[in-house]
């Protein structure tokens, strides 16, 4: 079963912290993004990478940054964490090309305090 | 920001009945998405469609696409407790794969 695999489902972390969120997929695709969704905001795209090495920012890029290394990772990075980064933190890849759905994770509720 | 809106924001129904969702966006698409996702967890591919198509069925799933109306509509027919969960619609602009924007949601709760 094909998936994409988040580290933590919950997350609890202290103002100022630096955080690390982990994805992993094992589908071979090209792309991968890192959303976080907040009531009444929706899902708001944060970065997206297309390749290995590569990276975008999305329409919310401030206080975060990525890295993919390889492939089928894909790292957010909170450099210092801050009370209103807690939200939920959605993964998700697709193959290269249009045509083709997203394939999530389960998400990573992170709290701030 | 958001390229598509759901109507209604939120649906009380009850089991059996059927359950209408809309998504209107702003710009020219390639294709239409629709996802589901259970409280708490992530996002579930339903469904796709294309912007030449018009209609598209999967199981008890049925989705429209109005390109002059930008515009689509999702179906859920004998709905059941299960199919609780919030929609969302997304679209895809260019066609590349790695710009979906998806829209608010729509809430819905079917009761047993």
């Known amino acids: 079963d094909v998936k994409v695999t988040q580290s933590s489902r919950y997350l609890v972390k202290r103002t100022g912290e630096k955080v690390f969120l982990e994805c992993v997929q094992d589908?071979?695709?090209?792309?991968m993004f890192w959303y976080r969704q907040d009531p009444g905001l929706g899902l708001r795209l944060i970065y997206f990478s297309y390749d290995v090495k590569m990276k975008e920012k999305g329409d919310i890029p401030e206080g975060y940054s990525v890295s993919r290394e390889k492939k089928e990772r894909f790292s957010l990075i909170l450099e210092s964490a801050s009370t209103n980064q807690t939200s939920m933190y959605l993964c998700a890849s697709s193959g290269g090309g249009g045509g083709y759905g997203y394939t999530f994770g389960s998400g990573t509720r992170l709290t701030v305090v | 920001s958001q390229q598509g809106e759901e109507d209604p924001q939120a649906l009380s129904i009850q089991e059996g009945e059927n359950a209408t969702m809309n998504c209107s966006y702003k710009?020219?698409?390639?294709?239409l998405q629709w996802y589901r996702q259970n409280s708490g967890r992530g996002l579930v591919h339903l469904i796709l469609i294309r912007s030449n198509e018009r209609e598209k069925h999967s199981g008890r799933l049925r989705v429209t696409l109005d390109t002059s109306k930008k515009s689509s509509s999702l179906l859920i027919t004998a709905s059941r407790a299960a199919d609780t969960a919030s929609y969302f619609c997304a679209t895809d602009a260019n066609n590349a794969g790695n710009m979906l924007t998806f829209g608010g949601g729509t809430r819905l709760m079917v009761k047993p």
């Open positions: 710009t020219s698409i390639n294709n």
């Open positions: 589908m071979d695709h090209e792309n």
